[in-house]
């Protein structure tokens, strides 16, 4: 199932982005979706992700600053990433637990988005 992004970018310490994530298909059923970022030199970290019902987590560091979201119908997760910081820059991938046979879900990815604050 084929995941597209869009929404990274370059902006100033301060300021705000929106990524959006898009799946092609839902299978039989999309159960967790989410964010994991990559700073250069650092391993991957989960960012926020949303369960099918709403439910919500993060990881510290965006607490408060960060917000997701998704769109069930169009098959969509967000991340609203307010109070950017340079410490946010990093490559951000979406992925979805989408089950794509009856039998079991598998975790599909976005192909990357970069997002670059400048301080």
């Known amino acids: 199932v084929q995941l597209v992004e869009s929404g990274g970018g370059l902006v100033q310490a301060g300021g705000s982005l929106r990524l959006s994530c898009a799946a092609a298909?839902?299978?039989?059923?999309?159960?967790?979706m989410g964010w994991y970022r990559q700073a250069p030199g650092k391993q991957r970290e989960l960012v926020a992700d949303?369960?099918?019902?709403?439910?919500?987590e993060y990881v510290d560091s965006v607490k408060g600053r960060f917000t997701i979201s998704r769109d069930n119908a169009k098959n969509t997760v967000y991340l609203q990433m307010d109070s950017l910081n340079p410490e946010d820059t990093g490559t951000y991938y979406c992925?979805?637990?989408?089950?794509?046979?009856?039998?079991?879900?598998?975790?599909?990815w976005g192909q990357g988005t970069q997002v670059t604050v400048s301080s």
């Open positions: 992925f979805a637990d989408i089950w794509d046979t009856p039998f079991g879900a598998k975790k599909f």
């Open positions: 298909e839902r299978g039989f059923g999309v159960n967790a």
């Open positions: 949303i369960t099918s019902g709403g439910r919500t």
